[in-house]
């Protein structure tokens, strides 16, 4: 899934993606919440001004990826 729900303004934070994805993963040791925080943190480094939107598609939407194949 990646990034591809935002725009691609720059590259950076795309490994934020990446790492969010890979902790949605089934047998990850966190909580959907958890790993949504961790997302937040790493994007809020690079798009400050989306992080917040990003996170709360991310807590909305998550719940149809979190721990699926």
Known sequence: MSCSFFPRITTHGE?????HDLNYSPGTVLTRKEADWIFYQCIKQHHPYLAGLMYL??????????NKT
Do not use: P
Not at 15 to 19: A, E, I, L, N
Not at 57 to 66: D, I, S
């Open 15 to 19: 490994h934020c993606c990446r790492d």
């Open 57 to 66: 598609a991310v807590r909305v939407f998550g719940w149809r990826f979190y």
